[in-house]
């Protein structure tokens, strides 16, 4: 069955960075887009980043364009998240996600059909 392990969430103040990972399992990892995604209190969830199975497209938040990176290796079955100059409103949980279909782009939430269980990332001022 499809499993993704989130880790490297935590707390850090304004301006500093953090690195996620989500270790995927139980399906062919190189052919489906991942992304990340953020739920703060109160809100709901949205798009942070998607990278595509081909590695062709890249996609970001408007939010997180040139703060945050997403990348993927395939030979480990891992993406990642590298989170720079956090501010406090980057503070949410945090969530890797597969998209439902194979060979398929997209930054909607529904369009992801499997989740991991999520990793808290809290930004002090």
């Known amino acids: 069955q499809v499993q993704l392990v989130e880790s490297g969430g935590g707390l850090v103040q304004a301006g500093e960075s953090l690195r996620l990972s989500c270790a995927a399992s139980?399906?062919?990892?190189?052919?489906?887009?991942m992304g990340w995604f953020r739920q703060a209190p109160g809100k709901e969830r949205e798009f942070v980043a998607g990278?595509?199975?081909?590695?062709?497209?890249?996609d970001y938040a408007d939010s997180v364009k040139g703060r945050f990176t997403i990348s993927r290796d395939n030979a480990k079955n891992t993406v990642y998240l590298q989170m720079n100059s956090l501010k406090p409103e980057d503070t949410a949980v945090y969530y890797c996600?597969?998209?439902?279909?194979?060979?398929?782009?997209?930054?909607?939430?529904?369009?992801?059909?499997?989740w991991g269980q999520g990793t808290q990332v809290t930004v002090s001022s």
């Open positions: 990278f595509s199975w081909n590695g062709i497209s890249i």
């Open positions: 139980g399906f062919a990892f190189s052919t489906y887009t």
């Open positions: 996600a597969r998209s439902t279909m194979s060979r398929f782009m997209s930054r909607r939430v529904g369009d992801f059909g499997s």
